[in-house]
């Protein structure tokens, strides 16, 4: 008998009932709960009279709506302040534990749950929001759904789940210096394709993977979903480990040994076999931009502004012309001759500390570039806005020139007061360079925290590399 | 919700790759507690410019497609976000069912929850489906599954037993799943001795 893919072992082992066809009952560990996708579900509850099966496996916040500017001042939309209060109204009736906006552990929610050690090896995990697929990077089974099924994990714990095909994506070698996981991720998204995944779970795996701090794996496995992956997942192992030890919702005492043990079973045996297997060499990874408004639409910072003429499926040309006439962008140009007015170093996937700390490196005893009109830094929680400001990150930030912010989504998905405003242009570390994403007409390129911080000094797209090798000025 | 049996109406041509939920539905208008009224938001970029005035690129709003409650789209349709508004904001401007060569997986899974068709063809027949939107009627008829248009030419198309009854039915799901909470219970009991540490 063939060996099993490490999602397989994790689906098998959560299975409560058979459905038929490739459908069965999963049991679900842990729901993490936002304030965007939850308030019909809640509501769904009390019309129906149901109460929430377990309030310990569940964890909300707040902070897609959230304002990055001081705590202390009141939400002034008054929809979205509307949406926090529902939240914490639910919370409070349905008895879920919540970080309030004063909560030193509030922020994103995919950095908070790993943050807290709610997120451990082998679990199944679920939020109504597509980039759940982050915690993977801990070997959990993470995806992201929709209200009815928030609603359904709520009241029975359990969800209806379609057995995905395996996938797994190999980066072989060491990463060169200056790259990061969001280049390996972007690259990825290149090679596979916006659909690539589709009814796929994607395994990471590789020496440049491995290699990978938890940061950098979730950044990986946050951008699973950009493949059209339901979820991406790295094995744990001893980085996995070190990790959570200690942290609050971590196994205690004995247990912490037992965990351990189990932990350590999950990964894909040797003879297991894969739908669709995939192999990059991490040696030929460039830092990475992307030009057009899918992020499949990425290339290496020494690339030119693609063609549409040179592609041969209509489909894809005409999608080609459309971004770029939104884009603003001219075949041929240079994407190092591309000026930014915007720099956005923050979200789901790259607001962790070692993404700060990237940044400031690059950062530090420089300044941002004469056209930035706005460029800011959004930690991902209190608590990495803390430990930022211990190592003393916040003033490199400041005296480069950035706005130094409050935790939350920010300028990632323009739900919040942080925008790009039209056809403004924008190095963002977030995930998405959908048109109006950040914003009604903004202009978004998809890119790691160095390079962010590269193109703020720069005022346009450089590669990091070349501006490292200089002295500030 | 509503079951979905058979429907007869106009069917929209829209065939565009890679529609992400941000364009079904932007993020600004998802500042909602309910799951009504997000229709007159519905592909906001696609039928409005910066001034609020309809695009004549735009398919919606103009007769016949004004009346369409079938829409023809293009590969990998709903991807991005998992904003299941984006499932609520089609249905409120009228849609039940989406016909493309495929679908993203969050989407699909959020539109049966409502009650909202997803019907996979191939690139070919949805290529012979869009010369033919040009207004008249095509009848989607979930128990045969079948596409009949305008012109009388009947297409078939695969639905999962399991989501295909839950359309018909209009079956309360969470209902469904409680019938196994004996099983549940099972598991937990089970579960709490292996991984008492997930146990408050």
Known sequence: MAGKTLYDKIYDAHIVADRGGA?????????????????????????????????????AMLDHNVPTTPRTEPITDPMSKQQVEALMANAEEFGVQLYDMLDVRQGIVHVVGPEQGFTQPGLTMVCGDSHTSTHGAFGTLAFGIGTSEVE?????????????????????GELPPGITAKDMALAIIGRVGTAGGTGCVIEYAGEAVRSLSMEGRMTLCNMAIESGARAGLVAPDETTFEYIKGRPFAPKGGQWDVAVDHWKTLYTDEDAEFDIDITLQAAEIEPQVTWGTSPEDVLPISAVVPD?????????????????????????????????????????????????????????????????????????????RDQAEAEGLDEIFINAGFEWREPGCSMCLGMNPDKVPAQGRCASTSNRNFVGRQGPGARTHLVSPAMAAAAAIAGRFTDVRELMAKEPA | MEPFTTLTAVATPFYRSNVDTDVIIPAEHLKTISRTGLGRYCFKTVRYDENGNLRNSSPFDRPPYDKGKVLIAGPNFGCGSSREHAVWALMDLGYRCVIAPSFADIFFGNAIKNGLLLITMPEKEIQELLKKATGREFTVDLEAQTVKAPDGKVTEFEIDAFR???????????????QDEKAITVFEERDKMARPWLYA
């Open chain 1, 23 to 59: 459908d069965a009952l999963l049991y679900i560990d842990r729901q993490l709960v936002h304030e965007v996708t939850s308030p019909q579900a809640f509501e769904g509850l009390r019309l129906a009279g149901r109460r929430m099966r377990r309030t310990d496996a569940t964890l």
């Open chain 1, 152 to 172: 359904h994990v709520m009241a029975t714990q359990t969800l209806v789940v379609k057995r995905a095909k395996n996938m797994r994506v190999t980066v072989e």
């Open chain 1, 308 to 384: 549409p003429a040179t592609i041969s499926d209509k489909a894809k040309q005409a999608a080609a012309e459309k971004s770029l006439d939104y884009m603003g962008l001219r075949p041929g140009m240079k994407i190092a001759d591309v000026s930014v007015d915007h720099v956005f170093i923050g979200s789901c996937t790259n607001a962790r500390i070692e993404d700060l700390r990237a940044a400031a490196d690059v950062l530090r005893g420089r300044t941002i570039a004469p056209n930035i009109k706005l460029a800011m830094v959004v930690p991902g929680s209190g608590l990495v």
């Open chain 2, 164 to 178: 295909k009854e839950r359309l018909l039915g209009g079956l309360d799901e969470i209902g469904l799943t409680l």
